[in-house]
């Protein structure tokens, strides 16, 4: 069976004003807990190849290191790391991906990433306006991010992700059409692109609470996201999923196993790891999780999925995906409710049903998340 291995580090040398996920500035800790990882590894041996069988042994497809930031992890934490990817898991990984900013970009340092044998890179720009980044306190400028591109693909790296944010307050149509142009100048293989979200506690959050910032109207962000869908597809990309566009070949083989029900393990603070019956998460506290694992316990909890959970899981996934949800791959009875539920979404042009798998239309894009949420059963 193949599988993908999530590996998080949760170190940042600033936390950007909209980040939600679980991220620290310990940096003194950085190499206790890379080698904590390893430690969490060779402990959950036994459940990796329990995930397979004596037909179809586990084996790793992908391998995921992201964050946080983990350009920021020392090269030597780096390769040790994937070296007990190796060690601790079998299989030949396809697609190895790490998360860089681009600020920590050299030639040496990405040189050796692709010595370790990481082929996959994937970037936080967000913007190519420099006032832009500096109001996310991201680290870089426009012009590092420009030259970081050209760095990764000089060092013999081609598969190059890179994240796009649209929707800043205040933004106009025409200043969202120059970052989409600046990035498709740099050819990179894959883009994924997400409105700007107000999660609750954190200080972009706060900031339009407290009146200083206004988020932009639903018109406005639905025509920088109409404008998103045209100008990639017209640039060669393929809209495989709500947020992600793709060169032909180059989907996230990885993401793409989120959305598709394949197993991954998660391994580190706050990771969370899918073994089709359950669902478990690590704690997301760097202190905590390195006692724990020292101590030869893991620090996770656990959640057994019902077939209803199940479901629920793949209307929230694959239908984000060009491909779909396959209906052959539920109960008869949760098939016949989907289709029920699915009738006036397909009458009203937003649910295509074809081949056994229902598909968000163009339009259905648009309301994804209504449409989903009246196909939840609970």
Known sequence: MKTGIYIHIPFCKSRCIYCGFYSSTLFGLQHDYAATLIKEMHLRRSEFNGLGSIDSPNSVDTIYIGG???????????????????????????????????????????????????????????????????????????????????????????NISIDLMFGFPKQTLDEWAADVQTAISLSPTHISAYSLMYEEGTPLYR?????????????????????????????????????NFAKPGYRSVHNSSYWHNVPYLGIGASAHSYNISTRSWNIADIRQYIKAVNNGTLPSESETIDETTHYNDLVTTALRTSDGMDLDSISPALRQYALQCAGIHINNGLLKHADNHLKLTREGLFVSDMVMGDLIKI
């Open 68 to 158: 946080g930031t983990p350009s920021t992890l020392p090269l030597s934490d780096i390769q040790d790391i994937l070296n007990s990817v190796s060690e601790c898991f079998p299989g030949n990984p396809r697609e190895v991906t790490i998360e860089v900013n681009p600020d920590d970009i050299t030639p040496g340092f990405v040189g050796h990433l692709h010595s370790f044998g990481i082929n996959r890179i994937s970037m936080g720009i967000q913007t190519f306006d420099d006032s832009r980044l500096q109001f996310l306190h991201r680290r870089h400028t426009s012009s590092q991010a420009i030259d970081a591109v050209r760095i990764i693909k000089e060092a013999g790296i081609e």
């Open 207 to 243: 900031m339009m609470s407290e009146g200083k910032i206004a988020q932009i109207d639903d018109e406005a962000s639905l025509s920088m996201y109409k404008y998103l869908m045209d100008t990639l597809e017209t640039a060669g990309y393929e809209h495989y999923e709500i947020s």
